[in-house]
């Protein structure tokens, strides 16, 4: 019933920026946890980032650690992840998944917005 809903993909050049945007279908919908993983073609789906609410607490993949940061509104309606410094391998489909609780996996994921670094 509940799906993800991304947006904010786009083609941009190595080193600039773009901020992606998550919400859930069911506006009622609180998750305990949401994150994001990207798969490029040919390739497995990696972890990006995640934001866990009832512990305030967010991680980020290695890969992207310093240059990617995941947050949400006041509301928590929306999740964002703000990418810069982008580079060439960070071209993929990015999902948004939500995690019920943390004993759960991420059982509701979006279809994918793609982001797509020029060099």
């Known amino acids: 019933q509940v799906q993800m809903v991304e947006s904010g993909g786009g083609l941009v050049q190595a080193g600039g920026s773009l901020r992606l945007s998550c919400v859930a279908s069911?506006?009622?919908?609180?998750?305990?946890?949401v994150g994001w993983f990207r798969q490029a073609p040919g390739k497995e789906r990696t972890f990006v980032a995640s934001?866990?609410?009832?512990?305030?607490?967010?991680y980020y993949g290695d890969s992207v650690k310093g240059r990617f940061t995941i947050s949400g509104d006041n509301t928590r309606d929306t999740v964002y992840l703000q990418m810069n410094s982008l580079k060439p391998e960070d071209t993929a489909v990015y999902f948004c998944a939500a995690q019920t609780s943390r004993s759960q996996a991420y059982d509701y994921w979006g279809q994918g917005t793609q982001v797509t670094v020029s060099s």
């Open positions: 069911t506006r009622t919908f609180n998750p305990y946890a």
């Open positions: 934001i866990v609410w009832m512990e305030d607490m967010t």
